[in-house]
Nanobody, 118 residues
Framework: QVQLVESGGGLVQAGGSLRLSCAVS????????IGWFRRAPGKEREFVAS????????SYATSLKGRATISRDNTKNTVVLEIVTLKLEDTAVYYC???????????WGQGTQVTVSS
């Protein structure tokens, strides 16, 4: 019902910035909230940020507040996650997800690897 494809991952230096894109498609896109999650090596997947259908309502993980910005362009069906002042602990596979209801994420992308080096 919603297809998601992440891009923009790679190797980045600590202190630098990161811009990940999520291309979304499918009949439910306009009604879906979009979220970003990540899974660091040896850790459980964690919430990073989310954005509502209109792009106005956003939410961020406390650990990333102030460093992350999520935005949405409904004309291009793209959701962007930017993280600044990268830390080694930001190394993870980043996933975008979609869902119709708050906290419910049934649709997932395949993920994109981000590695932060010192």
């Amino acid at each position: 019902q919603v297809q998601l494809v992440e891009s923009g991952g790679g190797l980045v230096q600590a202190g630098g910035s990161l811009r990940l894109s999520c291309a979304v498609s499918g009949p439910l896109v306009s009604r879906s909230n979009i979220g970003w999650f990540r899974r660091a090596p040896g850790k459980e997947r964690e919430f990073v940020a989310s954005i509502g259908r209109s792009g106005v309502v956003t939410s961020y993980a406390t650990s990333l507040k102030g460093r992350a910005t999520i935005s949405r362009d409904n004309t291009k069906n793209t959701v962007v996650l930017e993280i600044v002042t990268l830390k080694l602990e930001d190394t993870a596979v980043y996933y975008c997800a979609a869902g119709l209801f708050t906290g419910n994420w049934p649709y997932w992308g395949q993920g994109t690897q981000v590695t932060v080096s010192s």
